[in-house]
């Protein structure tokens, strides 16, 4: 993931992913939350097809900064509690992986 294709404020950006022999312009849009391209935090808030919407709405986009900015903002304790309750779930990445081109 680079710095974002769109940044959205609030910690929120919105990022490009490519659908297969498509390629990004017709793919899907995925809105993430990080507070730096470095992050170790990174939240997926939101996915979808570019033929559905080509960005959110104005209370999309105001309730996804707000849920970014907590989930970023929370300590392990709070994080390892919403994982317990299911109420987020965790993306690893394989170590060492590129990104696909």
Known sequence: ?????????GGLFKERVGRANKGKSDGYRMIVGYRTPNSERVLFAYGFPKSVASTLTPAGRKALTIVARDFIAADDKKVLALLKDGKVKEVKCDDGAEEAG
Do not use: F
């Open 1 to 9: 993931m680079g710095v974002g294709e769109a940044n959205l404020g």
